[in-house]
């Protein structure tokens, strides 16, 4: 472990970490913050698509992540500091008291990407998603129910928002996924490879419940307010959740493992 | 409509609504503070279980909100007040600009609840859950998928509080609950009234995708560190979600939704 002892907020060594919840917000060149230890574990993890650059973290929390800590290349900064230093450099409390900084992967090509995947398959696709709650939920669950990756449009936000990573609980690092896709050329380069597109809307006539699913399917979410634009649900066979009871509310990563469960759990129906 | 202008942030009549973020965490008799457009609805109209006491907006929400404040009962003071001034009240940027204070309803006593259920009904228990994201989530669930109302136990969180009310869409306030409920407690009365009571359980080796549900049944859920405490997951039928990719981590409110589409919305398997 390269482990180096700061005590002083203004310490240029840890400049990268200096104000996140500002800086998250301006993004950063290929570099990404991310926080917590579930967090921490998969970056040092084989399956993390990102490498580990530096790591901040509170003395006292140095024996507990000892194991991860020493998974990491053998150069990385592993920077330790008080709680109270910490918060001083973070700009916020920081009770996880674990900060890593990382390197994002190479952007994947959609192309490429969907060549590259086997015969039976499932992907998500988010448009207009700029929650990053709902960012990371549908990492969480695209991970959970062992989706090949998502695609996210043009005007989807950042996966590696440290929230979004977060509440992903490190699947934002090692879910693949392609960026900055237009959801009419995600369709039709879907439809090119066979996979069926399904629209998820509460407008459709057609019950998820009762799909039977292709080998390759790829499900598409819009965000809660305005949903998918009609004339991509136009292009895609459109499939609604069943709700009862006047209250057809469901929050769109709720609604993304609600169709993975069934698309990948429900068998011979 | 009773509309009151306030223009100074220690004006008497508005009290209830000061430093809502503080106050919020230490409860208040039999009251609670809801905010944003989408509950103040679910608070006027007639599918609430609570009765609105008082509302405080900003002035630039008014006409938007008219139809909504026009259901108001008479009675009930419609404070505006420009956003600094609503901003200094709350103690916090109130974007929304819409505060609401309400009456909690009594209390729901478990047996005479579960005795006036019908013969079909559905129910989500909820032992543990702490977070408040988390009781909002389970409550827009629930009320998505029709089920008759909740059963909390003595170490959940409080459903009133404002970010769980908000997280909830308003389901907090119109979908019925029972809480102070030992786990023990509760599948004894639900069995005692011919209730399955299903455990959701990663370590479980039976698959909700494969369960034929009963007419009356109950799905058990538990915090996402400890889960259900195994004495309770021995006395009821233990299911787990099925996942892939060595990332088996739903969140709860997730869980609920999987599992209640599966209850309410799978049929004939």
Redesign the interface.
């Known amino acids: 472990m390269n482990l180096i002892p700061v005590s002083d907020i203004a310490d240029l060594r840890i400049s990268a970490f200096r104000d996140v919840k500002e800086r998250d917000l301006t993004g950063r060149q290929g570099l990404f913050i991310a926080e917590g230890e579930v967090v921490l574990r998969v970056l040092a993890s084989p ?1 993390s698509r990102c490498v580990p650059v530096a790591v901040l973290i509170a003395e006292k929390r140095l024996e507990a992540l000892r194991d991860i800590l020493e998974r990491l290349p053998q150069d990385v900064p592993v920077h330790i500091a008080p709680q109270d230093v910490l918060d001083g450099i973070a700009g916020f409390h920081l009770h996880r008291g674990i900060l890593a900084l990382g390197r994002k992967p190479e952007p994947v090509d959609l192309g490429v990407f969907l060549d590259g995947l086997p015969e039976r398959a499932v992907l998500v696709g988010a448009c207009g998603i700029g929650n990053h709650d709902n960012m990371g ?1 549908l990492f ?2 695209a ?4 989706a090949a990756g998502l695609l996210l449009d043009q005007t989807c936000c950042d996966p590696f928002y440290r929230k979004a990573i977060r509440v992903s ?1 490190g ?1 934002a690092l ?1 879910t693949p996924f392609v960026e900055g896709v237009k959801a009419s050329a995600m369709v039709e380069a879907l439809e090119a490879r066979g996979f069926e597109v399904l629209a998820l809307t509460p407008s459709a006539s057609e ?3 009762e799909l039977r699913p292709a080998p390759r399917t790829a499900i598409l979410l819009g965000s809660e307010g305005p949903g998918l634009a009609p004339e991509v649900i136009a292009r895609c066979r459109p499939l609604a ?11 769109v ?2 609604t993304s ?2 169709a993975l ?2 698309l ?4 011979g ?1």
Chains 1, 2 share one sequence.
């Open positions: 399956a939920g969480r669950n991970a959970a129910f062992g609980v699947a090692r019950a998820l419940a959740i069943r709700m009862s009871g006047g209250f057809d509310s469901l929050n990563a709720t493992a609600v469960h069934h990948t759990a429900v068998k129906l």
